[in-house]
C-alpha cells in the first residue's frame, strides 16, 4: 500500500512505543505512524514497576532481539529505554522533537490508567498520542449486551463476538524511514537471562521466541492439528493445541491474524470456515479474560464474587512448596507442576487439574498460586491467569462451582489413560504400569518394586488423601457462606 505522505527524515520524529506488541505484521499503531509521513523512532520501555516474572524477562530477551532485527533491516533501529514511562516519553520526545507517539492499548488497571495520565502530560508538551487496538479481535467497550452492559458469561460474550466482522490484517511494512537514532540501552545490560544458575535450558529446547517463531507455530498448527483440535485439545500427552500462548502474550502475532489464518486453513481443508470454531472459540476465551478485567479492573486481586473474601485459606507453607516442586504425591499433578518449571509451560487441563488441587485439597489462596504461575509461565499474563484462577476457585465470573472438585486421579486416567505424560514429567515413576501410574499407593508391593518406585522416598506419598481433603474443602465451602 502506497503511504499517504512522503517521508521527510528531517521531519518530527514519530515514536512508536512497543509494549506487547513486539511485532512488524498487523500492527496497527504502526502502520499508521509509518504512514503518517514522520520518520520513525520505535522504542520500548523496561518499567520497573512492571516487571514480569523470571520466565517471561526469558522470553522478553529473545522476542525483543527478534523485534529489534526486524526494524533495523527495515531502516528503523528499536530504543530501548529502562524507567517510568511517565519520565521516559516526554523525555524522549523532547530530546528528539517528536510530535506524534503511537502505540496498541493495553486493557489491565495500571496500564490503564498509566496510559491516561500519560496522555494528557504528553498533551501539555504538545506531542499528540494515537492509540489503537492490536491486542485483541474487538475492544472490552465493543461487545456489549442488549442493554449496553458488558457481558458476566462467556457462552453470550463468544456468540455476539464471533458475529462480528474483523478488518483483513495489515501486511508488514518492507521498509521504514528510520529518525536519527536517539541513545539506546543495551539489551545485555538489562541482564534479563538467567546466569548461575542457568535455568532455561528446557525453555530454548522448547521455544522460539519472536514473530518468527510465531508465524511458524500458527502455520504449522493450522496444517498440521487444527482439524484434531477439538478431539485433542484435552489430552496432555500429546501436542493437540497451538502453543500460541506465549507469542499471544507478548503480541508477536495478533489474534486478528490467527482468526483470519484459521478460518482461511479450515475453509480450504474441509469447504467451511467453521471447522476453526473450536480453537477460535478458545482464542475468543483470551478476550473475555481482558473483557472482564477491563470492566471489573478489581479482580485482578480480589475476588469477582465477594462472598469468597471469607473463605478459610490455610496458610500451610509446606504444602505450597510441595505443590510448586511437583511432589504432592498426585502424579498428574506433579507432572503438570514440573512441566511448568521444565518449560515455562502447562496444558490447559492440568493447569485446571493443578490449579484446582492447590485450591481445594490445600486451600491455599488462589492468589499465591497465581502469582507462581505469573513468575514461571512463559505465557503469564495478568489478566488471562487471574480470570483463569477464579474461574477454577469458583470466585469468578462464569466460574466452574466451587463444589465441582477434580479428582486428580480420575483426571489422570481420563486424560493421560497411558500415562505416557506422567512418564515424561515424573521420571522416578516412568516403569510403573498404566492401571497404577496415576494412583501408586494402590499399587502392590512387589509391582512397585518392579518399578524401582519406593514410595515416601523415590517419590513422595499422597501429601493429602482425596477423600479427606474433598470433604474439608466441601465443610468449609457450606461454612462461609453461611
Ligand atoms: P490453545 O488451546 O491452542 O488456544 C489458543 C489460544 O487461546 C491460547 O494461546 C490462549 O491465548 C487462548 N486460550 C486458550 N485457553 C484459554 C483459556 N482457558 N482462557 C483464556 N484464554 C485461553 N493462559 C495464558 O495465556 N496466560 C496465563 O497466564 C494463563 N494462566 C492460566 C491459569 C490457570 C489456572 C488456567 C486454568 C489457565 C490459564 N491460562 C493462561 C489459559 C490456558 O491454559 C492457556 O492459554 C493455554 O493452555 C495455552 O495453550 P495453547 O496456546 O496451546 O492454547
Redesign the pocket.
Known amino acids: 500500500m502506497p503511504r499517504e505522505k512522503p517521508t521527510d527524515r528531517n521531519a518530527p520524529p514519530a515514536i512508536v512505543w512497543f509494549r506487547r506488541d513486539l511485532r512488524i505484521d498487523d500492527n496497527p499503531a504502526l502502520d499508521a505512524a509509518a504512514r503518517s509521513g514522520a520518520p520513525l523512532l520505535p522504542v520500548f520501555i523496561l518499567d520497573p514497576d512492571e516487571m514480569p516474572g523470571a520466565a517471561s524477562l526469558w522470553w522478553l530477551h529473545h522476542s525483543l532481539t527478534s523485534l529489534s532485527d526486524a526494524l533495523r533491516r527495515r531502516g528503523a533501529p528499536l530504543i530501548l529505554r529502562r524507567g517510568r514511562p511517565a519520565d521516559i516519553l516526554p523525555r524522549l520526545a523532547a530530546e528528539t522533537g517528536a510530535k506524534a507517539i503511537f502505540w496498541n492499548r493495553c486493557y489491565e488497571p495500571h496500564a490503564v490508567a498509566r496510559d491516561k495520565a500519560l496522555k494528557s502530560v504528553l498533551a501539555e508538551e504538545g506531542v499528540e498520542v494515537s492509540s489503537f487496538n492490536g491486542s485483541l479481535l474487538a475492544e472490552p467497550w465493543q461487545v456489549k449486551t442488549g442493554n449496553g452492559d458488558p457481558y458476566k458469561v462467556f457462552t453470550p460474550f463468544w456468540r455476539s463476538l464471533s458475529q462480528q466482522v474483523f478488518d483483513a490484517p495489515l501486511a508488514a511494512p518492507e521498509k521504514f524511514t528510520g529518525a536519527t537514532p536517539a541513545a539506546s540501552d543495551a539489551l545485555n545490560d538489562w541482564n534479563l537471562l538467567p546466569v548461575k544458575p542457568d535455568w532455561a535450558g528446557g525453555l530454548r529446547e522448547t521455544w522460539q521466541p519472536g514473530e518468527q517463531g510465531a508465524q511458524d507455530r500458527l502455520a504449522a498448527f493450522v496444517d498440521e492439528r487444527m482439524s484434531a483440535y477439538r478431539d485433542a485439545?484435552d489430552l496432555p500427552d500429546r501436542e493437540g493445541?497451538?502453543?500460541?500462548?506465549p507469542h499471544?502474550?507478548w503480541g508477536e502475532v495478533s489474534p486478528r491474524r490467527i482468526w483470519h489464518v484459521a478460518r482461511a486453513a479450515a475453509e480450504a481443508q474441509t469447504g467451511s470456515a467453521a471447522a476453526a470454531e473450536s480453537?477460535l472459540r478458545?482464542?475468543g476465551?483470551?478476550d473475555f479474560?481482558f473483557h472482564l478485567v477491563f470492566h471489573w479492573p478489581g479482580m485482578v486481586s480480589e475476588n469477582w464474587k465477594s462472598e469468597f473474601d471469607a473463605f478459610p485459606w490455610a496458610s500451610d507453607d509446606a504444602a505450597f512448596l510441595a505443590w510448586t516442586k511437583g511432589k504432592t504425591g498426585y502424579p498428574l499433578v506433579d507432572a503438570g507442576m514440573r512441566e511448568l518449571w521444565q518449560t515455562g509451560w502447562m496444558?490447559?487441563r492440568v493447569?485446571?487439574v493443578a490449579?484446582s488441587f492447590l485450591i481445594k485439597h490445600l486451600m491455599i489462596d488462589w492468589r499465591r498460586g497465581a502469582e507462581w504461575?505469573e513468575d514461571t509461565?512463559v505465557?503469564?499474563?495478568l489478566a488471562?491467569?487471574r480470570a483463569?484462577?477464579q474461574w477454577?476457585a469458583g470466585s469468578g465470573a462464569d466460574a466452574a462451582p466451587y463444589f465441582r472438585i477434580f479428582n486428580p486421579v480420575l483426571q489422570g486416567e481420563k486424560f493421560d489413560p497411558a500415562g505416557e505424560y506422567v512418564r515424561s514429567y515424573v521420571p522416578e515413576l516412568a516403569m510403573l504400569d498404566a492401571r497404577h501410574i496415576h494412583r501408586p499407593w494402590e499399587a502392590p508391593s512387589d509391582v512397585l518394586a518392579k518399578a524401582g518406585v519406593t514410595l515416601g522416598k523415590s517419590y513422595p506419598k499422597p501429601i493429602v488423601d482425596h477423600g479427606v481433603a474433598r470433604a474439608r474443602a466441601l465443610a468449609a465451602y457450606e461454612e462461609f457462606r453461611k
Open positions: 485439545r493445541t497451538s502453543r500460541l500462548s499471544l502474550h480453537f478458545e482464542v476465551w483470551r479474560a496444558h490447559n493447569r485446571m490449579a504461575f509461565l505465557d503469564a499474563d488471562v491467569n483463569s484462577w477454577v
